[in-house]
């Protein structure tokens, strides 16, 4: 699935693009400002940035040119300021396209398709966090480059949680997202499963967090 990392201080805005970009098949991840989005090119891969210009603590700008010195990842500019120089200079770090503000959605989403068929972007097979990574077609896990032993529904329940990162998740979601809605067991079997899951993929498996009174959490923190 194609992996787009979204950069706003603006929830509203983020929150647009993530739906949107669901139903375009984009797995979407969101970083509330410059410091988070380059934290998170740091420790994972994307196929596309969208960057806000105004955000607190690193401006859209900087975050920019350092996320370039990381990754050679298409980048997209959203801003509510139209001068000619914040364009130019967007262009001049080589960002791949500039929105201002307000957009439409669906334009955004035509352009991000525009310039994923440009780079010729096409969904990863793998997913990866820090020393883990989850190959979906071989349906391999590698755990600091060694081959980990995941039953079926251990694979299944791990890149769920890769996929909803940071979010806290119910055991009956858990269970109709990866058993299927017609699994009629108990939720504790959420609860084996996982503890199974975090001895298989240890020492990541303490970033699957115990969410109390809710369920769990792949919390990248």
Avoid at 36 to 60: T, Y
Avoid at 61 to 80: E, G, H, N, W, Y
Avoid at 90 to 106: A, H, N
Avoid at 141 to 164: P, S
Wanted: glycine content about 6%; hydrophobic content about 40%.
């Amino acid at each position: 699935m194609i992996r787009i990392l979204i950069a706003d201080d603006e929830e509203k805005i983020r929150t647009v693009v993530r739906e949107y970009g669901r139903i375009n098949n984009y797995d979407v991840y969101e970083a509330g400002d410059g410091e988070e989005a380059i934290r998170m090119v740091e420790s994972d891969h994307f196929d596309l940035v969208i960057l806000d210009i105004m955000m607190p603590n690193l401006d859209g700008f900087t975050a920019c040119r350092l996320i370039k010195q990381k990754q050679d990842v298409p980048v997209i500019m959203l801003s509510a300021r139209t001068e000619e120089y914040d364009k130019l200079l967007g262009f001049e770090l080589g960002i791949d396209d500039y929105v201002t503000k307000p957009f439409s959605p669906k334009e955004l989403m035509a352009r991000i398709k525009v310039i994923l068929e440009r780079h010729k972007v096409r969904p990863s097979e793998s997913v990866v966090f820090k020393g883990l990574e989850v190959n979906e077609s071989a349906h391999v896990v590698k755990v600091d480059g060694k081959e980990a032993r995941l039953t079926n529904k251990e694979f299944e329940l791990l890149v769920y949680f890769l996929k909803n990162r940071n979010i806290a998740l119910t055991r009956s979601r858990i269970l109709n997202e990866v058993w299927g809605y017609k699994f009629y067991g108990d939720e504790r079997t959420v609860d084996t499963h996982v503890k199974m899951l975090r001895q298989s993929i240890d020492p990541y498996g303490e970033y699957i967090t115990t969410v109390r009174g809710v369920g769990y959490k792949f919390n990248e923190d």
